[in-house]
T-cell receptor, first 115, second 122 residues
Framework: DADVTQTPRNRITKTGKRIMLECSQTKGHDRMYWYRQDPGLGLRLIYYSFDVKDINKGEISDGYSVSRQAQAKFSLSLESAIPNQTALYFC??????????????FGPGTRLTVL | AQTVTQSQPEMSVQEAETVTLSCTYDTSESDYYLFWYKQPPSRQMILVIRQEAYKQQNATENRFSVNFQKAAKSFSLKISDSQLGDAAMYFCAYRSAVISVYSGGGADGLTFGKGTHLIIQP
C-alpha cells in the first residue's frame, strides 16, 4: 500500500463550488505539505503543517484553506473554486529532526479541473 | 527567500548517451539540501538524488550523479547511459537544513525550479 495517499485522484468541478482534497499518510511523519503544480511553473507550496496544532501559509495560500485533522491527515479546501485553480495538487510528508536529510515523500497527486 | 533556476526547458539525448541537466540556486544560508526529482508521465514525484551542502563529495546513485559547486551555487545532474525509462520531467529543489530540524523561525518546504523535460531518442 502507498505510504502517502490522496483522494480523489481526479476531479472536475464548476466555478464557485467548494471542494476538499484529502491526504493521508502511514509514514508516521509529523510534517505535511500541500503543493500546486502548473505547466511550466514547477511545484509551489500552498500550506504546510509542522504538527496538528501548527499550520503555516506557503507561497501561494490565497484562495485555499487547510485542516490537519490528525497526525496522519491533512486536507486542502477551495472554498469557492475558480478556473485558475485548475492544476495538479500534491501532498507531501517529511520527518523532523537531525539526520533526516530533508527528503519529502509525495502522494500520487490530484488533477483538479475547474470549469 | 531562496530561488531555483533551471535554464533548460527541454533536453534531448540519444539512448545510451550521457546528458547533463543544469540547476542554479540562490540562498544566503550555508546549510541546506538539494534534490533532483523525476516526474514521469504517471505524474508521481520520484526522488533521484540528494546532496547535503556540508558535504564536498558529489552524490552518486548508479547512473545518476551530481556536480555540486557550492561557491557557484550550481547543482547539475548527469545521467549516464541514458535509457528510455529516463524520459520525464526533472525538477531541481532546495530545502533549508535548519528548518528541517527545528520547527521555529522560518519557512519550511521545498523550493522547486520550473523543470526540464528530458526526451530520450531511441
Amino acid at each position: 500500500d502507498a505510504d502517502v495517499t490522496q483522494t480523489p485522484r481526479n476531479r472536475i468541478t464548476k466555478t464557485g463550488k467548494r471542494i476538499m482534497l484529502e491526504c493521508s499518510q502511514t509514514k508516521g511523519h509529523d510534517r505535511m505539505y500541500w503543493y500546486r503544480q502548473d505547466p511550466g511553473l514547477g511545484l509551489r507550496l500552498i500550506y504546510y503543517s509542522f504538527d496538528v496544532k501548527d499550520i503555516n501559509k506557503g507561497e501561494i495560500s490565497d484562495g485555499y484553506s487547510v485542516s490537519r485533522q490528525a497526525q496522519a491527515k491533512f486536507s486542502l479546501s477551495l472554498e469557492s473554486a475558480i478556473p485558475n485553480q485548475t492544476a495538479l495538487y500534491f501532498c507531501a510528508t517529511s520527518e523532523q529532526g537531525a539526520g533526516v536529510l530533508g527528503e519529502q515523500f509525495f502522494g500520487p497527486g490530484t488533477r483538479l479541473t475547474v470549469l | 527567500a531562496q530561488t531555483v533556476t533551471q535554464s533548460q526547458p527541454e533536453m534531448s539525448v540519444q539512448e545510451a548517451e550521457t546528458v547533463t541537466l543544469s540547476c542554479t540556486y540562490d540562498t544566503s544560508e550555508s546549510d541546506y539540501y538539494l534534490f533532483w526529482y523525476k516526474q514521469p508521465p504517471s505524474r508521481q514525484m520520484i526522488l533521484v538524488i540528494r546532496q547535503e551542502a556540508y558535504k564536498q563529495q558529489n552524490a552518486t546513485e548508479n547512473r545518476f550523479s551530481v556536480n555540486f559547486q557550492k561557491a557557484a551555487k550550481s547543482f547539475s545532474l548527469k545521467i549516464s547511459d541514458s535509457q528510455l525509462g529516463d524520459a520525464a520531467m526533472y525538477f531541481c529543489a532546495y530545502r533549508s537544513a535548519v528548518i528541517s530540524v527545528y520547527s521555529g523561525g522560518g519557512a519550511d518546504g521545498l523550493t522547486f525550479g520550473k523543470g526540464t523535460h528530458l526526451i530520450i531518442q531511441p
